[in-house]
């Protein structure tokens, strides 16, 4: 992607997830449902969602990882287990890679589409609905899984969010796109709980993930698992970040 796209890897933040740090979330994700939720990642109505699956590998690796029995597995896959992708390219990758791993784990000759990815944005999803008229008109079968996935209660959001912040010049014609309504939400949380004058990070696109996925959580509660830096662990911009999050944890 970085040789063939470097101005869409600029603009949408995207960055390479090694396997074993995969891996470790995904195990992280089941001990944290049994800690606190005494549930598992294969119990029914255990809803996930990987918001930028770029090629499938979070997905992918739960359905090899074990933790989903056969008997759960396909329920899961069918109807549990949602991705989200906006490159047309990588969308493709994930649902072959995620197909893939799925018939290997089962053992069967017959080919079952993965349903459960949408070609969308996911910030989008949460805005006005013109935003997201122009897939719908172009993808109708698209639109219906994205409806589908709008009404799941999500259990778990996990995965490795875009890392940017916008163009360093104007030349990079590498601006991010704006979201008003999830920009408006980080300025009536993130933003009005920090008492730094200069909070231009908290709209950095890994802020940004985190503000939507814990908006998007099912209302009984959830775990969010991503890939992030460090800084907003004690940087002075960050500090409404980590009081909101406490906060609503």
């Not at 409806?147 to 590498?174: F, H």
């Not at 009005?192 to 940004?208: E, M, P, Q, R, V």
């Amino acid at each position: 992607f970085k040789t063939a796209f470097p101005k869409m890897v600029d603009k949408l933040g995207i960055v390479y997830t090694p396997v074993e740090v995969v891996d470790f979330i995904i195990h992280s994700v089941n001990d944290v449902l049994k800690k606190e939720f005494g549930r598992s990642i294969a119990d029914e109505n255990i809803h996930i969602l990987d918001p930028f699956t770029g090629t499938g590998t979070f997905i992918t690796r739960l359905l090899q990882s074990g933790l989903i029995g056969k008997k759960d597995l396909k329920r899961k896959y069918e109807n549990e287990i949602h991705a989200n992708e906006i490159v047309l390219l990588a969308y493709y990758i994930a649902a072959v890679n995620i197909e893939n791993a799925f018939h290997d784990a089962m053992d069967q000759m017959e080919y079952t589409a993965f349903d459960g990815i949408c070609l969308t944005d996911t910030f989008q999803l949460g805005e006005s609905k013109e935003s997201e008229q122009l897939i719908s008109e172009v993808f109708p079968q698209n639109s219906a899984r994205v409806a589908k996935q709008k009404k799941a209660p999500l259990r778990v959001i996990m995965g490795n969010p875009p890392y940017s912040i916008g163009q360093r010049s104007a030349n990079d014609n590498a601006q991010n796109q704006r979201y008003p309504k999830l920009d408006g939400d980080i300025a009536r949380t993130y933003a009005a709980a920090s008492t730094a004058g200069l909070n231009k990070s908290l709209y950095d696109a890994y802020i940004k993930a985190f503000r939507w996925s814990t908006d998007r959580l099912d209302k009984n509660g959830g775990i969010i698992c991503f890939v992030s830096n460090g800084a907003w662990l004690d940087g002075n911009s960050t500090d409404g970040f980590r009081k909101c999050l406490e906060k609503e944890f």
